[in-house]
């Protein structure tokens, strides 16, 4: 059982480049986020999504997108890197359904991205 | 609108020491307090929760709402509980989402 799984672990950039963060679930969460962690300010939402086909803002999201075409994935795409976007992103996920419930997060190992 | 404070970046105690992490938080409706915890080059992983009211790794926490507090504590704390601790809070309003505390560095030494 992988869990939650991030791709690339580690990634620079330069400003102005476009790329994507994988994150693919295989607990068949319906609830997907993507949160960045920055010294001093914790993690910060960026987006989240309740179900496929389904995504909202959270309390960060200008400089990227998301989508949810199916339950398993939810990418994070940057569309033009700039430097305030350095950070450690974190990909979570969660159900409703089992012991837990939603607000219990299962998350990846993390993403760090340096964007010169 | 939804706030989480944890007035403390960084806990040094000693080994044997008691150790409190503060939380403080503001919302208006049903809140569900969590905290999570990441260990050197480990991944965030949920430490306990109030509505569980257990004692996870010597470390309990107990939900005040009329101070809005959420403060975690272990009475004797080990090299082992050197992390990095966050304070989470959550709601059954939006489920799925939560909001971190900026987090606190503790880090016990012998």
């Known amino acids: 059982n992988a869990g939650v799984t991030q791709t690339p672990k580690f990634q620079v950039l330069k400003t102005g480049q476009s790329m994507t963060l994988q994150c693919a679930q295989d607990?068949?969460?319906?609830?997907m986020s993507w949160y960045r962690q920055d010294p001093g300010m914790g993690l910060r939402l960026i987006h989240y999504s309740v179900g496929a086909g389904i995504t909202d803002q959270g309390e960060v999201p200008n400089g990227y997108n998301v989508s949810r075409s199916t339950t398993e994935d939810f990418p994070l795409r940057l569309l033009s890197a700039a430097p305030s976007q350095t950070s450690v992103y974190f990909c979570?996920?969660?159900?409703?359904?089992?012991?837990?419930?939603?607000?219990?997060?299962?998350f990846g190992a993390g993403s760090r991205l340096t964007v010169l | 609108a939804q706030r989480v404070t944890q007035p403390e970046k960084l806990l040094s105690v000693f080994k044997g020491a008691p150790v409190e992490l503060k939380c403080n938080y503001s919302?208006?409706?049903?809140?569900?307090l969590f905290w999570y915890v990441q260990y050197s080059r480990q991944r965030l992983q949920l430490l306990l929760r109030h509505i569980s009211r257990e004692s996870i790794k010597g470390f309990t926490a107990d939900l005040n709402k009329g101070e809005t507090s959420f403060h975690l504590k272990k009475p004797f704390a080990q090299e082992e509980d050197s992390a990095m601790y966050y304070c989470a809070l959550g709601s059954t309003d939006s489920w799925g989402k939560l909001q971190f505390g900026a987090g606190t560095q503790v880090v016990v030494t012998p």
């Open positions: 607990m068949n969460h319906e609830y």
């Open positions: 979570a996920s969660s159900s409703r359904t089992g012991r837990s419930g939603a607000n219990v997060l299962t």
């Open positions: 919302y208006s409706g049903s809140p569900e």
